[in-house]
């Protein structure tokens, strides 16, 4: 089994060329980076708890935390664990009464659900990289090469490719997210 890393919610971000929010997770005590394109509902749903802006009626990931606290489990942690087709993959890991059981979700919710009930989320060591330098001292432009630029290209992107792609990105990429 692939080494999992700590990571933390730094940054909600939309990515222009796409027009795609993007969360940026951020290897806790380190610089390495992990962004993950996601839908408009979960990053609202993310940003309000980050804020700490309740509803008042439960959202659907509130609804979540309430079925986990209410059946007497407890999310142990968040697993950010491969990538397959441009799509990424996750699992929550839960324990009620001494039994693990283990859940496929996407990230977004993950993330989300974890922020909820202050767990913890990993990510597989492989799907993090390096950030962009701001200014690396080159003069020449970069090429962002877009998600759905990649779509057109290749069915399936390796890990490599993927983490390449990824590496080209900058901050100012993303743009910033105003709710």
């Known amino acids: 089994m692939e080494p999992l890393v700590e990571v933390n919610v730094t940054r909600l971000g939309l990515d222009g060329s796409t027009n795609t929010y993007v969360v940026i997770l951020r290897e806790k005590g380190g610089e390495r980076i992990l962004p993950i394109w996601i ?10 708890e980050i804020n700490q802006v309740r ?53 977004s919710d993950s993330i989300a659900i974890a922020l909820r009930t202050v767990s913890p989320i990993y990510a597989t060591e ?15 432009e970069e090429t962002v090469i877009p998600p759905a630029e990649l779509s057109r290209s290749t069915e399936e992107m390796s890990a490599e490719q993927l983490k390449q792609y990824l590496a080209s990105l900058r901050p100012e990429d993303f743009g910033k997210f105003n709710p």
Not at 133 to 140: F, K, P, Q, V
């Open 126 to 140: 492989s799907l993090l990289i390096d950030p962009p330098d701001e200014d690396d001292g080159d003069d020449e």
């Open 55 to 107: 509803k008042e009626r439960p959202l659907t990931h509130d609804l979540c935390k309430s079925l986990i606290v209410g059946l007497g489990a407890t999310l142990q942690r968040v697993n950010i664990t491969r990538v397959e087709n441009r799509t990424y993959f996750a699992e929550l890991h839960l324990v009620r009464d001494g039994q693990r059981y283990q859940v496929d979700a996407r990230p």
């Open 39 to 48: 839908g408009q509902p979960e990053a609202e749903s993310i940003l309000l």
